[in-house]
């Protein structure tokens, strides 16, 4: 279902030239690869900075999209404002989240904070479903001309999706390269007891990297919405296939994340095409699977867990 | 001495575990209809499977997120030898059984090199594995149609198990004997060996505990309890479907046992009843039940992170040594002399 537009594009190109469908697919691994990029991104600074692995990151990013698509549909909005409440709202509901349950479990054992990030992802989806129902739904989104590059049809959602997504990525890295709020994030994952001696606000810290999180995913879940579908479980998958892209880039790692989100995306796009949409969910787990079992540490990461 | 502590003391005893099999035996005759004996013997079945999720996670230490698959597994093992291949339902429990181990072995040797939160986040993508499969090799397990007419445990011509009473007692007897199993293993060097790798790997392997036969046997052990559990959740609904592996399952024991007790021997049982019963008896809440679950699930972490059965055995334990504080300062203000350190009821933690 992920892909329908993608099938549909393929098929309608099938039988012109092999190096057609090869770009084709080069751009639906972009395409893919950015947007999981994105929710990796936000899950890899919320685990740098806490150590949670953020279960609940994938319900995030389906309440972005709902946000969306309800901004739009039922009060009539722009397609960028719909985004703008959607990363607000998003952000808000990241920093609850930080304030009311990761915070008050920052000395609890590590089992605790995985089971209170699942019990609010079980709350979040059941929520969205007990108010919208479980259907599916289409969002509309402004953008739908097919644009035609040197012979190759490209959906302008897709080259929307492309470009956002790196653009916020390259926003992302100016902040945290460029700013003193954004050194301090940086400080606090390279090493927590050192930023405290510099006195870096940790509570601060934490509710920032939260909220940029939930932007990140809010901002993906508009982007990617409109070539998807919406309904309550669409977190489930990615949220999964963000996990596998981070342990692959190394948990933490921004530039892991980015490049595990391309290797994820283009991995599906080939694999889905070339060698079956059946399994094409499975690719990534398997991927992840078989690096693990040859490398427990992941591709990019040094020393040991 | 008062009425409160002779309550918690009897608790403790070995009468309590007969009072509770008494009670089980008789709840057929005093439940009002067919269904609560249905709802119990189901309630059973996943206790069994809870059970399983309690060695790994509670005594072992590592969040099994691929649990439910394990129980799908032993499930369809038990569906597609019954019903597509004519097996009888007593071999093919086995096989699932076997089946279980087996897998769980191949997992756990490439999952439990991983340590925490890879480990969790790698079982998750086990578990979603399972499902994939499930779903979409319909030559063999009938894709989303699922499996139907699956044959209920042959009685021998004694017994009838297609009716749900002879059904609940069997539920109970497998319950029974995954209990004394896991007391047996709790108990045992096996399972202190357990509970020291859930306390750190480092001090286990420093104790020269080999961390990784222990952790896989630990595996090995919950997802034959899973697969069991799911051969017989086979037998008693007798259609399943590719539903039966969704992470949402593994989610419902995780509450189940957060309930309870983690890591304590009667919290799974305790926790799978309490939340059925409950789910029972706020029936509109079925399929909404997460709304309820999920703030429950962060309530209990945060604030009651030992469940039912724990903070029980933990309040037992600070009313015993404050009794015994009570007693030491009354002799030594009595004989005036030091008494010597009295050993504490390191006990109580243990055993419930």
């Given at each position: 279902m992920q892909d329908h537009a993608n099938s549909v594009a393929a098929s309608q190109y099938r039988g012109g030239i092999a190096l057609d469908l090869f770009l084709q697919q080069v751009l639906n691994g972009l395409t893919l690869g950015s947007i999981y990029g994105l929710v990796a991104l936000g899950l890899t600074l919320v685990y740098g900075i806490?150590?949670?692995?953020?279960?609940a990151h994938g319900a995030l990013y389906m309440v972005g999209a709902y946000v969306s698509y309800i901004t739009m549909v039922?009060?009539?909005?722009?397609y960028w404002i719909a985004m703008i409440a959607s990363a607000i709202s998003v952000a808000v509901l990241a920093v609850l989240c930080e304030r009311l349950v990761f915070n008050p479990l920052r000395?609890?054992?590590?089992i605790h904070d995985k089971i209170a990030a699942i019990g609010i992802m079980l709350f979040l989806e059941a929520m969205v479903q007990m108010k919208f129902g479980a259907e599916f739904r289409r969002m509309p989104t402004p953008y739908t001309d097919i644009l035609d590059v040197a012979g190759m049809t490209i959906p302008a959602q897709r080259v929307l999706i492309i470009i956002g997504a790196f653009a916020l990525m390259a926003v992302l890295h100016l902040f945290l390269k460029k700013t003193m709020t954004g050194s301090t994030i940086v400080a606090m994952a390279q090493n927590r007891e050192g930023a405290f001696l510099v006195g870096i606000d940790a509570n601060r810290v934490a509710m920032m990297t939260f909220a940029i999180s939930g932007v990140l995913a809010a901002v993906g879940a508009t982007l990617f919405a409109p070539i998807n579908l919406v309904y309550p479980a669409m977190g489930h998958l990615l949220i999964m296939k963000a996990f596998v892209i981070i342990i692959l880039g190394g948990m933490g790692s921004i530039p892991g994340a980015i490049v595990g989100g391309l290797i994820i995306g283009f991995a599906e796009a080939f694999g889905g095409f070339y060698i079956s949409t059946d399994y094409k969910d499975i690719i990534a787990f398997a991927l992840l699977v078989l690096i693990l079992s040859v490398k427990p540490t992941g591709l990019f990461t040094k020393g040991v867990r | 001495m008062n009425a409160l502590q002779k309550i918690s003391d009897f608790f403790m005893t070995p009468a309590m575990k007969m009072v509770l099999i008494v009670a089980a035996v008789l709840f057929p005759f005093v439940a009002g209809n067919e269904y609560q004996i249905y709802v119990m013997a189901l309630a059973f079945v996943w206790a069994i499977a809870v059970y399983g999720m309690n060695i790994i996670?509670?005594?072992?230490g590592q969040l099994n997120l691929a649990h439910g698959g394990f129980f799908a597994i032993g499930a369809y093992v038990l569906a597609i030898l019954t019903?597509?291949?004519?097996?009888?339902f007593w071999w093919a429990f086995v096989a699932a059984g076997v089946a279980g181990a087996g897998f769980g072995f191949l997992a756990g040797i490439v999952s439990l090199r991983l340590k925490e939160h890879y480990f969790a986040i790698f079982t998750l993508c086990v578990g979603f594995i399972i499902y994939l499969l499930i779903d979409k090799w319909e030559e063999l397990t009938h894709g989303a149609l699922g499996i139907i007419?699956?044959?209920?445990?042959?009685?021998?011509?004694?017994?009838?198990?297609?009716?749900?009473t002879p059904f609940y007692y069997l539920a109970l007897t497998f319950m029974v004997l995954s209990v004394w199993l896991a007391a047996r293993i709790t108990n045992s060097l096996l399972g202190r060996s357990f509970r020291a790798i859930r306390i750190s790997d480092d001090l286990a392997a420093s104790l020269g505990i080999n961390l990784m036969r222990n952790k896989v046997l630990a595996f090995v052990l919950s997802t034959t309890y899973a697969s069991v559990a799911g051969a017989l959740y086979a037998g008693l609904v007798r259609f399943i479907g590719?539903?039966?592996?969704?992470?949402v399952h593994t989610f419902d024991m995780i509450t189940y046992l957060l309930v309870g007790?983690?890591?304590?021997?009667?919290g799974p049982l305790v926790g799978t009843m309490v939340i059925t019963w409950l789910t029972q008896s706020l029936?509109?809440?079925?399929?909404?039940?997460m709304i309820v679950f999920g703030p429950l699930l962060v309530v209990l972490v945060i604030?009651?992170?030992?469940?039912v059965v724990g903070s029980f055995l933990g309040w037992r334990a600070r009313r015993m040594a404050a009794a015994q504080d009570a007693g030491k300062s009354q002799e030594n203000a009595k004989k005036k002399s030091p008494t010597s350190p009295v050993a504490t009821n390191r006990e109580a933690g243990n055993h419930a």
């Open positions: 806490l150590h949670v692995p953020n279960f039922d009060f009539g909005a722009n000395e609890a054992p590590p | 996670t509670g005594l072992c019903v597509d291949h004519g097996w009888g007419n699956i044959p209920a445990p042959n009685g021998f011509g004694l017994v009838d198990f297609t009716e749900t590719p539903a039966e592996a969704d992470v007790g983690i890591g304590t021997l009667m029936q509109f809440l079925e399929e909404y039940r604030f009651f992170p030992r469940g």
